[in-house]
């Protein structure tokens, strides 16, 4: 199947890195790592400050067998994502953890890196299953629409049988049932050799993997992250917040802190 190239991406590219859900926080993130040697350069923040978010990948094993620890990688998130998105990849981490920030961060960056025009370079979609009421098909077909993309079914099953998507699939195990989870499943399959994509869920438990043999699994800040975050975003307050938080408190609640400290941060910015 040849692909379509009379399509023209550049509104929809454009108008993607031009909404605000994804600009108002594009610097104030940069990604954190995922597990591997190969460290990338950091990325900093309007305000100086790196948040690196980290992932390690989940070995496969046995019942019993213990893990083999040199097989484990840790890279820088959006990175790992990268490397592993060809073949497929399920991103696990709990509520709050950053795995839909990281989508929406590799969603933005891959639009502007598409507006380049590059050879091969892959369109990104997201693909919201929280969403889902009838079909993939029609989760795709939607989010390209409302960013100003208007393409019918034919169309988009071209498009994916020539590669030319890179697909975010978020939220594996927010799935309404088992009927949605099969046609999951079976889009996959159909797909799988052409079309790179990336998973997300919660829990393995819930929701299943859809038998995704590679799997990165998200890495809470250190004490030294969220101390550094804290003070980049508060320098006036940072430290007595610091001392009001214990550490297993700071931990448990890692993910509100962080929100709570964007907001302020961002609202500051627009002062």
Same mark, same amino acid.
């Given at each position: 199947?040849?692909?379509?190239?009379?399509?023209?991406?550049?509104?929809?590219?454009?108008?993607?890195?031009?909404?605000?859900?994804?600009?108002?926080?594009?610097?104030?993130?940069?990604?954190?790592?995922?597990?591997?040697?190969?460290?990338?350069?950091?990325?900093?923040?309007?305000?100086?400050?790196?948040?690196?978010?980290?992932?390690?990948?989940?070995?496969?094993?046995?019942?019993?067998?213990?893990?083999?620890?040199?097989? &484990?990688?840790?890279?820088?998130?959006?990175?790992?994502?990268?490397?592993?998105?060809?073949?497929? *990849?399920?991103? *696990?981490?709990?509520?709050?953890?950053?795995?839909?920030?990281?989508?929406?961060?590799?969603?933005?960056?891959?639009?502007?890196?598409?507006?380049?025009?590059?050879?091969?370079?892959?369109?990104?979609?997201?693909?919201?299953?929280?969403?889902?009421?009838?079909?993939?098909?029609?989760? &795709?077909?939607?989010?390209?629409?409302?960013?100003?993309?208007?393409?019918?079914? &034919?169309?988009?099953?071209?498009?994916?049988?020539?590669?030319?998507?890179?697909?975010? *699939?978020?939220?594996?195990?927010?799935?309404?049932?088992?009927?949605?989870?099969?046609?999951?499943?079976?889009?996959?399959?159909?797909?799988?050799?052409?079309?790179?994509?990336?998973?997300?869920?919660?829990?393995?438990?819930?929701?299943?993997?859809?038998? &995704?043999?590679?799997?990165?699994?998200?890495?809470?800040?250190?004490?030294?992250?969220?101390?550094?975050?804290?003070?980049?975003?508060?320098?006036?307050?940072?430290?007595?917040?610091?001392?009001?938080?214990?550490?297993?408190?700071?931990?448990?609640?890692?993910?509100?802190?962080?929100?709570?400290?964007?907001?302020?941060?961002?609202?500051?910015?627009?002062?």
């Amino acid at each position: 199947m040849v692909a379509d190239q009379s399509i023209d991406f550049h509104t929809y590219l454009e108008s993607l890195t031009e909404d605000d859900t994804y600009r108002e926080w594009q610097d104030l993130y940069t990604p954190t790592d995922a597990i591997d040697r190969q460290r990338l350069e950091p990325k900093k923040s309007r305000r100086g400050f790196e948040l690196s978010l980290m992932v390690q990948t989940v070995p496969q094993q046995r019942e019993g067998e213990t893990p083999d620890r040199e097989k &484990i990688e840790q890279l820088n998130i959006l990175e790992g994502l990268r490397k592993y998105a060809p073949d497929h *990849v399920l991103l *696990v981490g709990r509520p709050g953890s950053g795995k839909s920030t990281a989508l929406e961060r590799l969603l933005w960056e891959e639009a502007q890196k598409g507006k380049q025009r590059e050879p091969n370079q892959k369109i990104p979609v997201l693909v919201e299953l929280r969403r889902y009421k009838t079909s993939v098909l029609d989760l &795709i077909r939607d989010f390209l629409t409302s960013y100003q993309l208007n393409l019918n079914r &034919i169309e988009i099953e071209n498009l994916l049988f020539t590669g030319r998507f890179l697909l975010l *699939v978020d939220g594996l195990n927010e799935l309404p049932n088992d009927e949605a989870r099969r046609d999951l499943d079976g889009f996959r399959q159909k797909y799988r050799r052409v079309t790179p994509m990336i998973f997300t869920t919660r829990y393995l438990g819930v929701g299943g993997d859809l038998g &995704i043999e590679k799997k990165l699994e998200m890495q809470p800040l250190t004490e030294a992250q969220m101390q550094q975050f804290v003070r980049a975003y508060l320098p006036e307050v940072g430290d007595k917040m610091l001392r009001q938080l214990a550490g297993e408190i700071k931990r448990e609640y890692q993910k509100e802190i962080v929100d709570l400290i964007l907001a302020f941060g961002s609202l500051r910015l627009r002062s």
